[in-house]
């Protein structure tokens, strides 16, 4: 078990804990500390593995993970509570769904399938994360941050699901 694994386990573990704060109170400091701190490991845990030579199999399929249950979980409560719109929680969950689903779909006629991350998913992932802050310390215009953070969630649902079409092409071309 290397350093960057361990940080995204530990970012797994303390998004139930920020779902606890965030309920109990959403626009307090500990909450928002929690948040930024559980942030700050995604880009810590990718930059300790590459820079330091750490990749792993696990901590390629649990990063994706642990981004899942944080942002997942943060606008489903957010959402319930009335503190993000319900649009842009479908949006997000939506994404997720049709990326997993083409997955599954491309591992059961090929045996194996890969997600490979490309740049605007990163940028979505921030954005989404970005948005999760502004929300927790009530900044204004976040309307225009929803409408961003929708967009890009289309636009990096559209490039896997063009991934996904040249994956499939692969297999039904041979």
């Known amino acids: 078990m290397n350093i960057a694994n361990i940080l995204t386990i530990t970012r797994i573990f303390m998004a139930p804990l920020f779902v606890y704060l965030l309920i109990r109170d959403p626009y307090g400091f500990i909450t ?3 948040f930024v701190l559980t942030s700050v490991t995604d880009a810590l845990d990718g930059f300790i593995a590459r820079h330091f030579r750490q990749k792993s199999n696990i901590g390629t399929l649990l990063d ?3 981004d899942k249950v944080l942002i997942l979980s943060s606008y489903y409560v957010l ?8 649009w842009l929680f479908t949006f997000i969950i939506g994404k997720e769904i049709i990326v997993i689903s083409g997955w599954l779909l491309t591992y059961i006629l ?12 990163k940028i ?3 954005l989404q994360l970005c948005t999760i802050l502004c929300v ?3 900044m204004p215009y976040l309307v225009i941050l929803y409408n961003i953070t929708a967009a890009a969630t289309v636009l990096s649902t559209i490039e ?4 996904g079409g040249r994956e499939l092409t692969k297999i039904y071309v041979k």
């Open 160 to 163: 896997y699901c063009v991934q």
């Open 64 to 66: 994706p993970v642990a």
């Open 136 to 138: 927790l310390l009530r």
């Open 110 to 121: 090929s045996g194996s399938a890969k997600i490979s991350v490309h740049f605007l998913a």
């Open 32 to 34: 928002v500390s929690v």
């Open 79 to 86: 959402t319930s509570m009335n503190k993000t719109p319900l």
């Open 124 to 126: 979505t992932v921030i």
